[in-house]
């Protein structure tokens, strides 16, 4: 079976490119003969780095024959379907996914952030998609409220977890950024990451935050700067640093998404503008605090019970230097990743039962209502079974899972 892949691959951001490992290697323990064909923006890169087929995502009839040759269709994660940074985003995903239906093959989205979406275009180009879909999971209660006020209810829809907890870093990969951390920073003295990104409606936040590591050195901390998309956050790395007092490390070098966790699960602390970092740092159980530039970040950050980081440099020092921030935030951390374990692992069973075990089959699925909405007249879509799953048993007692 072949299962193509679309996402924001192949552009060397850390986060997107943990989801296309974790996606890739939690269904290959599921079946390990499983084949996918990524749609990336660097396909050489891509089929180097994850062991995978990959085309070039604007090539057309690449991805007419790739789609045509591919047996499923999943879109995500990440939070490709959002039209800030651009409207084109959303046109594109949303039309590789009007393909795959058009070709007949099923299509789920996995675990996907949606939103903000603000162009009415967008929106409706989003609810004519995505009413068509075969399963839509989202990471998050917020994404799940924006696609039910636009008007998706017709597919299967689950709040999941973000495919990255999944991921876990090999002894390689300890052993590589050890090696680097010894260059930087000195040992047994607390650390303190930061992964900032450029962001122009947050201009200005440089100074407070520069300010308030700062004050975190002097207490003893360390400061080193994580660019997650390399090498465009080096250079705001950089920015923020060179307005401190004190000393601060940067990492200049490009990792790969293990590496990126096993980096980060040698921080005392995160803090956080890229989400991918504030999901490393719950993933590794290491405290975080998160500046957001993005709903993504606030969304996550609730599900913690935690607030973004003020932009004033004086409230800012309450938060990452408060003892009782950071003894809240690591005691939810155990609650909340053994719940997103399950989740994983009820969507993973999904995809055996119908994927790998043919049960039921996607082309044979019944639509399930969502509450408070009209039933939809087609039946081509899938209603879940309320029996627990014959998958959800097996992940339990497969050994290697």
Known sequence: MRIALSGYYGFDNAGDEALLSAITMSLQRLHPGLEFLVLSGNPQKTARLHGVQAIYYMHPLQVLWGLLRSDLLISGGGSIFQDVTSGRSLAYYISVVALAKLLGKPVIFYAQGVGPINRPLSKFLMRLVANRVDLITLRDQDSLQLLREIGVNRPEIQV?????????????????VDTKLAQLVEPHKPV????????SALEGYQTELAGC?????EQGYQVLFIPLAYPDDVQESQRVASLMERPAAVLDQDLNSREHLA?????NFIIGMRLHSLIFAASMGVPFAGISYDPKVDAFLKQFDLDSLPLQQEEMQEQPGSSSMTISCASALPMHLWGYGIELKKTHAWLWDCLILKKPRLNQMNQRRVPNTPQPTHNRMWNAPDEPLSGFRRLFFCPNY
């Open 160 to 176: 999941t977890s973000d495919p990255v907890f999944a991921l876990t870093p090999l002894e390689q990969d300890y052993a590589a």
């Open 213 to 217: 590591l700062d004050d975190l050195v």
């Open 263 to 267: 980096l980060i699960s040698r921080m």
């Open 192 to 199: 303190i990451g930061v992964s900032v990104r450029r962001w």
